[in-house]
Nanobody, 124 residues
């Protein structure tokens, strides 16, 4: 069983930065595609960013965070990251790390393993 664990959330002022981390046990991290999702109060969970398990599979982010968020991974450390900068109050949400054995994943249904989430709050 694979269990992702997120860390790095917190309270930050608008315009600030945070880096979320995701570690996973139970299976080789490098064999899994990683995605980050978020869920704001009263809203559905949405895709934020993904990074393929393939060496040249690339990364992809949703339009609302493009240019501000960067997803990356360090397979040697079994850890993935979501670097967030120029944060806005509308980025406030619980952020979830998710993993899948698929080559790519843009929607919730493509991901099998989910973390418990970490809260990110951006104050204005």
């Amino acid at each position: 069983q694979v269990q992702p664990v997120e860390s790095g959330g917190g309270l930050v002022q608008a315009g600030g930065s945070l880096t979320l981390s995701c570690t996973a046990s139970g299976r080789t991290f490098s064999s899994l595609t990683m995605g980050w999702f978020r869920q704001a109060p009263g809203k559905e969970r949405e895709f934020v960013a993904g990074i393929s398990r393939l060496a040249n599979g690339g990364t992809y982010v949703t339009d609302s965070v493009r240019g501000r968020f960067t997803i990356s991974r360090d397979n040697a450390k079994n850890t993935g990251y979501l670097q967030m900068s120029s944060l806005k109050p509308e980025d406030t949400a619980v952020y979830y790390c998710s993993l899948t054995s698929a080559d790519y994943g843009l929607s919730e249904r493509e991901y099998k393993y989910w973390g418990q989430g970490t809260q990110v709050t951006v104050s204005s």
